[in-house]
């Protein structure tokens, strides 16, 4: 089957083109498809004619949104909810990704899909807006959310405590909670399932769903002690910095975070065949790829010559 992937840069689209996939992939990024300028992505589904599409794209700036709300609602929202209807016109399905940001984090336990949303900055507003619109455009639409999503590539959190491994100390937020998602897994579990989203309108396959790496939540100061642990083990840093563990209002940020943004993917499983891949085998691997493709920079870092 054809897949249009709408973006190339980010982590999800590298994670997709890094895929091995039996479909052909096609990668238009910002200059092809701008989701500012909705038209332009539209004359891009109606020229290629795609079985299914692929938006990794989005305005993730979350702090920076809450100065530019504009831009992020014409990315987040618009941008989908035109993409949408592009898909619809072509006659094909689209898979749009999502954020756990569209809940308030307020209460215990997993989220599951249809729990009340109520999200808590303008990055979240933005995504869940994009949500309704993309559903009411295209009845074969797959809304999947997915969660603290890291890959060897880009700017991410495991990307970002590599960069300060040097430190003797570093003080990290314990008080949010949630599971992180590697690109890769999310990337291969789109592929996997895009046979089943040629499925008619009203089939099972659409609505919304989630994908989050499986295992136990963990805060963002665990999932450092975690990523520095591996990458000691790795030899990729000499030793792993000491985690201050502080709360939420001791590290202020333009951007309201949620406190628990844990997602129930148990339907995702229960749909699809298979449960989401474990969020700690996501972080060897991504390590392991980062460790392969960057070696002097790790040797470097371990005072070794290369």
Not at 22 to 40: K, M, N, V, W
Not at 54 to 63: E, F, I, P, Q
Not at 210 to 228: D, K, L, N, Q, T
Request: hydrophobic letters at 45%; glycine letters at 8%; aromatic letters at 6%.
């Amino acid at each position: 089957m054809r897949i249009l992937v709408i973006g190339r840069g980010g982590q999800l689209a590298r994670a997709l083109a890094a895929a091995s996939s039996p479909h052909e992939l096609i990668f238009l990024g910002r200059e092809q498809a701008d989701l500012t300028r909705p038209d332009q992505a539209a004359r891009a589904v109606a020229a290629l004619s795609p079985d299914l599409v692929v938006n990794a794209a989005a305005y993730t700036a979350v702090d920076r949104a809450e100065q530019e709300p504009a831009l992020a609602h014409a990315v987040n929202a618009e941008g989908v909810a035109a993409l949408a209807r592009a898909a619809a016109e072509a006659g094909c399905a689209l898979a749009h990704v999502s954020t756990d940001y569209v809940f308030d984090g307020a209460r215990a336990g997993a989220w599951r899909p249809d729990d009340p949303t109520g999200p808590l900055c303008v990055y979240g507003a933005s995504k869940l807006e994009g949500e309704r619109r993309a559903l009411a455009a295209n009845p074969r639409t797959l809304v999947l959310r997915t969660s603290w999503v890291f890959s060897p590539w880009g700017r991410n959190f495991v990307r970002t405590m590599l960069g300060l491994a040097a430190r003797e100390s570093l003080r990290v937020v314990d008080d949010q909670i949630g599971r992180p998602t590697s690109a890769l897994d999310l990337a291969e579990a789109i592929l996997a399932i895009a046979p089943r989203l040629t499925a008619p309108a009203g089939a099972p396959v659409w609505g919304v769903q989630h994908y989050a790496g499986s295992g136990a939540p963990v805060s963002w100061a665990g999932f450092a002690e975690r990523i520095f642990a591996r990458a000691a083990a790795l030899g990729m840093i000499a030793r792993a910095p000491r985690i201050e563990r502080i709360g939420a209002d001791e590290y202020p940020t333009p951007a309201r975070r949620p406190a628990n943004l844990t997602l129930d993917c148990t339907g995702f499983a229960q749909v699809f065949g298979a449960p989401p891949a474990p969020w700690e085998e996501g972080l060897e691997r991504v390590l392991r790829i980062i460790q392969a493709e960057e070696p002097e920079a790790f040797s470097a870092a371990r005072g070794l010559q290369t």
